[in-house]
T-cell receptor, first 114, second 113 residues
């Protein structure tokens, strides 16, 4: 059974701090891993998608890494801002299907205070 | 280019009624996924559809739930005889092909009285 775990469940930091969100997964036969952002009452916004052949992806202040051997991914946010406050979800695409069936973690609730 | 559109945004039903949730994928997308987010739980896969075909419904409860994606019109997730445990946020995502979905709607929040 595929499981995705995110640590910590919640994180509160002052503005300007660099931070790391962690995601671990049990299925090593991973096709790709995706990080999403979810604002209250809203849908999901895809932030970064890492294919199994890649080790990391970067977009602006965000950097995501993927280590298949250890079953881990991290999302690094540089110089955090209050606007980064949201729930961050990681989702793996694995399990032998050839299509995008995602297994999500529970999320990390991030609060960046001024 | 509008994103994935879901309606209604909020839906209130009494126990035993039917709920119909609609999802219009992004233009040019013919693959649709439905996910459910129960209170205090993560998103769980329900069903994956292509136009006129259900490809994978392994995450759907066996009874009362059905989904369709007709040739014309939106995808519909239908819940018959709703119960309190069906209260959740239901999200739709679409993709142009079988690649993982990166575009999600804002969800339908279903409340059962």
């Amino acid at each position: 059974k595929q499981e995705v775990t995110q640590i910590p469940a919640a994180l509160s930091v002052p503005e300007g701090e660099n931070l790391v969100l962690n995601c671990s997964f049990t299925d090593s036969a991973i096709y790709n891993l995706q990080w999403f952002r979810q604002d209250p009452g809203k849908g999901l916004t895809s932030l970064l998608l890492i294919q199994s052949s890649q080790r990391e992806q970067t977009s602006g202040r965000l950097n995501a890494s993927l280590d298949k051997s250890s079953g881990r991914s991290t999302l690094y946010i540089a110089a955090s801002q209050p606007g980064d406050s949201a729930t961050y979800l990681c989702a793996e695409n694995a399990g032998g299907t050839s299509y995008g069936k995602l297994t999500f973690g529970q999320g990390t609730i991030l609060t960046v205070h001024p | 280019n509008a994103g994935v559109m879901q309606n209604p945004r909020h839906l209130v039903r009494r126990r035993g009624q039917e709920a119909r949730l609609r999802c219009s994928p992004m233009k040019g997308h013919s693959h649709v996924y439905w996910y459910r987010q129960l209170p205090e739980e993560g998103l769980k896969f329900m069903v994956y559809l292509q136009k006129e075909n259900i490809i994978d419904e392994s995450g759907m409860p066996k009874e009362r739930f059905s989904a369709e994606f007709p040739k014309e019109g939106p995808s519909i997730l239908r819940i018959q005889q709703v119960v309190r445990g069906d209260s959740a946020a239901y999200f739709c995502a679409s993709s142009p092909d079988s690649s993982p979905p990166q575009h999600f709607g804002d969800g339908t929040r279903l409340s059962i009285l």
